[in-house]
């Protein structure tokens, strides 16, 4: 079984306690030995590089000579407060860190196949389900927070005839948004990465480029749709229903 050199890395540290684990939970993983997959490494190394990242800004803060990295997180920052002010409301600095820490996680992860011997974790459908599932259960349970029992207005519709007719079409609906999550995302990012290996094996050289900036701006792309469509869930939900 091919693993990439990371992963391998991880197994060889830290396959007996990750296989006991799992094994006390009740799942047997198939390679005792490797019980990591290349996909959950990847995603361990994000979680890395972004803790190192938030790191190296907090230990740069200046007010009299901002860091490039300040610079950098400011304007991020800037960018997800105007647009999550302009779709959720002024009460959408509450939602900031988990939208920046969100965007900043799939951006990572989408970019992250552009490096040599690493792949794209979210070209594998169990890392988008993840995160949508993760943006599912944050946008009702805020609200649920912001309008207590009456969150449930949100699905009965303007005509109280109708509602428990509305109640089973929203809850539908609101449960294929993890479904469009998901596909939007890994759909894209999979289909980015197959392109890419396929001219790679057939032209090593020259054309292969242009695939990679297509990924590097398909990356960039799918990142604001997952963000911006959570911040659309989470005005949305915390809006209060007249």
């Known amino acids: 079984m091919y693993q990439l050199p990371f992963t391998v890395l991880l197994n060889h540290l830290f396959a007996g306690p ?19 997959p290349d996909h959950v490494a990847m995603q361990v190394l994000v979680v890395a590089i972004l803790t ?4 190296a800004v907090r230990a740069s803060l200046s007010v009299e000579n901002p860091g490039t990295l300040q610079h950098m997180m400011e304007w991020v920052y800037n960018f997800m407060d105007a ?19 969100l965007g900043l996680f799939i ?9 040599p011997f690493f792949e794209t974790p979210t070209g594998v459908k169990y890392v988008p389900l993840g995160c949508a599932l993760v943006t ?37 609906s609101h449960l294929a948004r993890i479904l469009s999550l998901t596909i939007r995302l890994y759909a894209n990012m999979f289909a980015g990465d197959m392109v890419t290996l396929v001219f790679f094996s057939l032209l090593p050289v020259g054309l292969p480029v242009i695939f990679l900036g297509l ?4 990356s ?19 809006a209060h229903a007249h």
Request: aromatic residues 14%; hydrophobic residues 50%.
């Open 136 to 172: 599912w259960f944050y946008y009702q349970y805020h609200g649920v927070r912001a309008n207590g029992p009456g969150y449930i207005k949100h699905f009965m519709g303007p005509v109280m005839l109708l509602a428990p007719l509305m109640i089973l079409i929203e809850v539908a």
């Open 107 to 115: 951006l990572t992860c989408n970019l992250l196949g552009l490096v």
């Open 220 to 238: 960039l792309i799918q990142t604001y749709i997952f963000v911006l469509l959570a911040m659309v869930y989470l005005g949305e939900a915390s």
């Open 18 to 36: 990750v296989t006991a684990l799992l094994n006390a939970l009740g799942i047997h993983p198939a390679h005792p030995a490797a019980p990591i």
């Open 83 to 101: 647009q999550s002010e302009e779709i959720i409301g002024h009460d959408n600095k509450r939602y900031l860190s988990y939208l920046i820490t």
């Open 215 to 218: 990924h590097f701006g398909v």
């Open 52 to 55: 190192a990242f938030f790191v």
